[in-house]
């Protein structure tokens, strides 16, 4: 599990020492090359003062050994001076200048190393004195100047780092408390508790997430709702042939006129196969229910399916199904299975409201899909919008209807993103259901 | 015993006329709240057992529209929710029983016959008048501890005068307790039917008022 906080702290803490990295380098640069100049400056200054100071080159003591005059105390462990004559003698250095000669250059700045040390030397020629004044310092030292003064920075900046971090830490956790607490209101949630969480209360930040989880929970509560609608009706829809099976056994044991007990027995069967044909709509909407949004979208050959699905079908004595030729090798795109149960369940549909007559299976003449239509006594045109409903079961309802055909037929068209569309018929009474390419 | 079935369920419905009419019954079976209203503003009963989902609305609409018209007709509901919200708002609407589908058809007979018991005021489960017993349950009738056999329909006829017999029961009356809609009435039938009974039970146990009908005669 990575933690937001962690996450957050590990990157503002690399970024602040990144930028004071940055900005120490920057200073350090910058420190350095001031100091240079400074430093260049005091040597020229200093070349020049002792240059002014030296008489001509005649003042050399009588023995021919140069003479050491002392330079300032402040300079004494920094600068160093030669007095050259122009003829290559030593005229004079300073206490702690070295004894070679400290550069060749004949005037201006030079770099150059004297016993083991790099010397940066600005000389002075005067013609007139015949002398040539050498002031130098060591690059060490200057290095270690601006050394000093990046510590100087630098030190007080880590102490302080720890501190920061502190800081930081803290404050990272007091930022993220609007979501330790939502996330300790949901963790405190009732399993059924759908309640939208508070957006007032949410920082702008967490809001999206909190209107996502808002969004779910909507969704959540109407799936639920849908699932205790629908095992309600099929409480209801499974208990009455339960109900009509028993009451109609018991009928037949205890009546004594075979009659009575064989019209008993007729309905008993005739319960049992409607009940074994709600179960099978029921475990089909569930099954479609259970699907999902990812179908195996195909060419299905509509004609083949149609007189598959309805040759296996038990029909009434007096129904007889017509299927357009038409429809032969006419393909929709679809998914095979949930086509297949439209069909049947249209079908079926279809026969139950008729003792007899025609069930026509159709393609449409501009291609757009195909139709059935039946002959029964159709839907009054208030209730049409009402049927695909699950469990409807309108005025015109057949005996064994379970108000689960259409639905299913609706739920597996959409599912094929195909549509359905019902209509009474124009010409007869009877009803026209559609399947249309969306 | 008449009894209306609002019941939309074509299986049940036939059980129950069939079933219910075993137990001495004659029922009368519609599937909507509006033919049952029809048959309710047409046709008296002894109880009524009513489904609760009806097509075209809930069972107990037409049973506040009875209990509005201070109809005090019993009702027995039948329903396959068997929420207790479900059975509260039933019994509260005017119901006087209560049944969860399925249900067993006897034990929906012996509620059927406590409710009408209790609307005709009695207590006992068991008609008794003079020395004649009629247990509405069995249907089986003893004069003086002797069983005699009676039709179906005589019993009926026997129940209906024994239920208040001091009150006078008309010809017509007692054809409607005696025969639903669709069965054809001979005109004569009650009187063959009495007559019978006054064969098998004592000549004098019935009484015939010329011109207003027939009601037990007061015990010795």
Sequence with gaps: ?438 | MRILVVEDDPILSDGLRAGLGLGGATVDCVGTCVDAEAALATSAFSAIVLDLMLPDGSGLDVLRGLRGRKDRTPVVLLTARDAVADRIAGLDGGADDYLGKPFDLDELSARIRAVVRRASGRAAAVLEHGGIRLDPGSLAVTVDGVPVGLSRREVMVLAALMERPDVLRSKAELEERLYGWQEEVESNAVEVHVHNLRAKIGKHAIETVRGLGYRMRASA
């Design chain 1, 1 to 438: 599990m990575t933690s937001l906080r962690v996450r957050l702290f590990a990157i503002l803490l690399l970024a602040t020492g990144l930028i004071w990295l940055s900005a120490v380098a920057w200073i350090y640069l910058g420190s350095k090359r001031e100091v240079e100049q400074v430093l260049d400056t005091r040597l020229q200054e200093a070349a020049r003062m002792v240059g002014s100071l030296v008489g001509a080159v005649g003042g050399t003591t009588s023995d021919g050994t140069p003479s050491t005059f002392p330079g300032p105390t402040a300079y004494e462990r920094q600068l160093s001076c030669q007095i050259w004559s122009l003829d290559g003698r030593m005229v004079a250095r300073s206490s702690g200048a070295p004894e070679r000669r400290l550069t060749d250059a004949p005037a201006g700045f030079s770099e150059r190393e004297v016993d083991g040390e790099t010397w940066r030397v600005f000389t002075v020629e005067d013609a007139e004195k015949g002398v040539r004044v050498m002031v130098g310092d060591r690059l060490g030292l200057r290095e270690r100047l601006v050394t000093d003064l990046i510590m100087g920075l630098v030190t007080p900046a880590l102490l302080v780092v720890p501190f920061l971090g502190m800081l930081i830490w803290a404050s990272l956790g007091r930022g993220l408390r609007p979501l330790r607490l939502m996330a300790r209101d949901l963790a405190g949630r009732d399993a059924d508790d759908m309640s939208a969480i508070d957006a007032g209360r949410t920082p702008a930040e967490v809001r999206p997430l909190a209107d996502a989880l808002n969004g779910l929970f909507l969704k959540v509560e109407a799936a639920r709702r849908h699932e205790r609608e629908v095992t309600a009706f099929a409480a209801h829809e499974l208990r009455t042939p339960l109900a009509g099976l028993k009451t109609q056994a018991q009928v037949a044991m205890a009546t004594t006129d075979p009659d009575v007990a064989k019209a008993a027995l007729r309905q008993i069967l005739a319960a049992v196969d409607r009940t074994t044909r709600l179960v099978r709509q029921l475990l089909d909407a569930a099954r479609l229910d259970a699907a999902g949004e990812s179908p195996t979208l195909a060419e299905v050959d509509v004609g083949a399916l149609v007189a598959e699905t309805v040759d296996g079908m038990r029909m009434p004595a007096g129904v007889r199904t017509l299927i357009d030729p038409g429809l032969r090798g006419y393909t929709l795109r679809a998914d095979a299975e949930s086509l297949r149960l439209a069909v049947r369940n249209l079908h079926e549909n279809a026969v139950h409201h008729m003792d007899a007559g025609t069930v026509e299976w159709l393609a449409r003449p501009d291609g757009e899909g195909m139709l059935v239509r039946d002959e029964g006594p159709g839907i009054p045109a208030e209730e049409l919008p009402h049927v695909t409903t699950r469990f409807f079961r309108g005025r015109h309802k057949s005996a064994t209807g379970s108000g689960l055909g259409l639905a299913i037929a609706e739920m597996a068209s959409r599912r094929s993103g195909l549509s359905l569309r019902l209509r009474n018929r124009p010409d007869r009474p009877g009803l026209e259901v559609e399947i249309l390419r969306a």
